[in-house]
């Protein structure tokens, strides 16, 4: 038998990769998600910023998310604005946690809707998230540039229509910590216990999700033969799906990577979750495969070329596999479906899918590797 790198090997010769090719995808397609997490899943406590986020949702249902918000996170005291963030005052709000109420440069965020800024708390099957729901595209993007660009005017692609921010630093929390510490330690020197709180970082950093509520992928509704309303309502159970399960694999194999192999397992969860089963014609859509072999310039899958970026024989086999892949899942997917769905058979099937790589999933018994993975996943 073979082992899975000369098995990986033999694929990708198949698929039409030279040497040099094969080599960069070998690199490109490691599977890194480690699965000696999954025995402590059930284990795992909700995480310490979701307290405060409650609080949030809670001020948010009586005067609106963005007005909330600003209060607590500091990015959106700011404008957008080209080299803010070398500024002083911004070093001093965002790196030390001063007041803004003297910065002449805390002029606030500009969003064109806050009115329609939605918050809420998600529940995923690795616990909950906080999510935050932009009004329209031009907000998204301003609270992407605030959130995740130091307010910066950064270019952000028009396929992104979602994001995770991860370990953003909360000084609302920190400020929170002071005052409970100052208060059970009169006397102490608080320089001294921020030192000690800076090495743990779940005390004050934090993780949430940014939506938008456009047309998932930039893909327009009669590419797909669907009316625009039911295609946004669709966007956006895809969208959040999607998030959801990049957030479940940073929690439970300890990696949310910027790689088509995430790609393809949170699409998958994504459109199964709004439609109920996967359609692989409307994931080679989501990222510009959808006139194989043609590939449509700008599509998303240019994203996820790696760093260093693919080279342009290796990036055309890419896309073999990527198609492949998608069609293999949505042979699996429609044998699956004739049973029934249940949470813990979601979960098998999520958990199979990052026991594989993507040479696995293309190849020729790429069907027949995704249901042994799935029936040994069920057996432990």
Known sequence: ?????????????????????????????????????????????????LATWAEYVREASSIGAATA??????????????GISETAEYRAATRQGHS????????????????RLQLDLHHTFAGAIPVLIAGNRADFVSLVRAL?????????????????????????????????WLKANAGGDWDVEFQQLIKRPELYQDRF??????????VAATELGLEEETWLELSGKIRLEHESTHYITRRWFGS???????????????????????????????????????YLVGGRLENYRGDPPLSDGAFIVLQKLVKAAAE???????????????????????????????????AVQGVDLIKTAVSSTIKK
């Open 1 to 49: 038998m073979k082992n899975s790198s000369q098995l990986c090997t033999d694929i990708l010769t198949d698929f039409g990769a030279i040497e040099s090719e094969t080599l960069e995808l070998l690199n490109y397609n490691q599977n890194i998600f480690d699965r000696s997490f999954l025995a402590h899943r059930h284990e795992q406590q909700p995480e310490l910023y």
């Open 69 to 82: 918000l600003k209060s607590h996170l500091v990015q959106l005291q700011f404008p957008i604005l080209a």
């Open 100 to 115: 803004t109420a003297a910065m002449e440069t805390a002029v606030g965020l500009t969003l064109l809707e806050p009115a």
């Open 148 to 180: 995740t660009k130091r307010n910066e005017p950064a270019p952000i692609p028009d396929s992104m229509g979602a994001c995770i921010v991860g370990g953003y630093n909360n000084w609302h929390r920190v400020c929170q910590y002071q005052q409970q």
């Open 209 to 218: 999700i940014l939506l938008s509520r456009g047309a998932y992928s930039n």
């Open 256 to 294: 949310m990577r910027n790689n088509i192999l995430d790609e393809i397992v949170a699409d998958y969860r994504g459109i199964v979750a709004a439609v109920g089963c996967y359609r692989a014609d409307w994931f080679l859509h989501f990222i510009g495969l959808e006139a194989f072999p043609a």
């Open 328 to 362: 293999n899942l949505e042979r699996f997917d429609r044998v699956y479906r004739q049973s029934a769905s249940t949470s813990e058979s979601e979960i098998a099937i999520l958990i199979a899918l990052t026991t594989l790589r993507l040479e696995e999933l293309a």
